[in-house]
Every structure is written in C-alpha cells, then in structure tokens.
C-alpha cells in the first residue's frame, strides 16, 4: 500500500525529463519483477526501456550481446541510464567492457550485484539441479579468479550500489561473509570505481519494489549520489521543491 501511495504522489509533480531509463532484470527472473520500478520512473518523467531476456538459456556474454544493443537502440539519442538487479548489473559490466562506454550514457543503479561473485554458486554451482535452475550465465558467478565478475575491469561511469542486508533464505546466508541479502553478501557488491554505495535493510529478491529502494533509485539519478536519511514521504516533499523546508 505505501508503494501504492508513493507512486501517486510522485506522479502529482511529474516533471518534463527527456531521459531514458533501461531496466535490466536479475537471474532466473523476467522484465516483470521491475514493473514497480518502471512505474516510479514513469512517475519521475523518464522514458523507461524495460526487456526481458531468457536469463538462464546462455552465457552472460551472449545475454548481453543479445539485450544491451537493443536497449540502447529503443532509447535512441537520448541521455540513457541504467538501472540493474542482480546478474544484471554483470550483463552490463560487461557489455560496456567488450564494446566501450555508450556516448550518451547517464548513470547506473545496481541493486544487489554480484559485482565479486557469490559463494552460493562456489558452494552449488557443480550440482546439475542449480545448473538446471540458473543456466549457463549462473554459473559464471562464482567468486573465483576465473569467474566472470572478478575478470571484469573497474567500472569508468558513474555507478551507485545498493545492497540488501536482510534474508529470507538462511541456508543461502550462512554460506556468505558477513550482512547478506540471501543471495549476496553486501562486501560482494561492491566494485572498484563506484561513486557511491548504499546498504539497505530489504531482501535480493524483494528489493526492487522496497519503497525505499525506490526512493534512493530515483535519488541517484537525479543527483548521483545517495541520500541515506531520505524517507519516501521526503522525497515526495523534495519533488514538490519542500523537502528543506520540511527538515528545517
């Protein structure tokens, strides 16, 4: 209900915004799991590219080849951010490593990333059941030095990360250092290069729809950085121009 809420009182101060927004879901996901963070930036004004990808059929290197190209093609000449979840940020890490950063791109929001893999898929990733599950592309996850995220370079725009440290998958957490989100400890998702990193006590698979979430999403885009003290209703009162107001 207050996700509900927090929708429409953004959209009582939509304001005109040229930029486009891509969302790229995690894995063994589809473009579904982001319809409450499209209705947020649709809220905000921006022009939002949401595709679905067959994220447990191939590798994240033909995942992305696949999705990023026409993503970017579907924003056009417009300014164009990215916001992930999950494996999705690896998809983009790397489509922008083989083929150099886009001229036109904006900023990126990932939530939850395995930006340096995840001892879930050290631990699980050999059993056929997970290889059934999660594909080729979960696989790639791991944590080791030949894994796909610790071979990818530093990240050269300007990223923030938002990780969860609330489970709900103990089993899952108690094969990860530290505050986890049950699928990725918080250390994991950091990256060299990022400008800014923000934990958040919401869940891997929930996190995306967590008002907050949202909130500090919409934040970073706009201004590229995080706000931690932030609450949605402050946020309803900064886009009506109130917010300093409110907190003096």
Request: aromatic letters at 6%; glycine letters at 10%.
């Amino acid at each position: 209900m207050r996700t509900l809420v927090f929708l429409f009182l953004f959209s009582l101060a939509r304001p005109a915004l040229a930029d486009c927004v891509i969302l790229l879901h995690g894995l063994a996901r589809s473009e579904g799991s982001l319809i409450v963070m499209e209705a947020a930036l649709d809220a905000e004004g921006f022009d939002v590219v949401r595709p679905g990808y067959p994220s447990t059929s191939a590798s994240v290197e033909a995942l992305a080849d696949a999705v990023l190209p026409w993503a970017l093609d579907r924003c056009g000449a417009a300014r164009t951010h990215v916001v992930t979840h999950s494996m999705g940020g690896i998809l983009l890490r790397h489509w922008i490593s083989a083929n150099g950063i886009p001229d036109r791109l904006g900023r990126v929001v990932m939530m939850g990333p395995p930006n340096q893999g995840s001892e879930v898929v050290d631990t699980l990733g050999d059993l056929a059941a997970f290889g059934w599950i999660n594909g080729p592309a979960g696989s790639q996850l791991g944590t080791g030095p030949t894994s796909l995220p610790r071979k990818l370079p530093p990240v050269r725009y300007p990223v923030g990360v938002i990780a969860g440290s609330q489970s709900l998958n103990p089993y899952f957490s108690s094969l990860l250092p530290g505050p986890d989100d049950g699928k990725v400890s918080v250390e994991a998702t950091r990256v060299d290069g990022m400008v800014a990193h923000l934990t958040l006590p919401v869940t891997h698979t929930f996190m995306m729809n967590n008002p907050r979430v949202l909130v500090q999403v919409v934040h970073f885009l706009r201004n590229g950085r995080f706000d931690p003290n932030l609450t949605w209703a402050e946020a309803v009162l900064d886009q009506l121009g109130g917010v300093d107001d409110a907190r003096d």
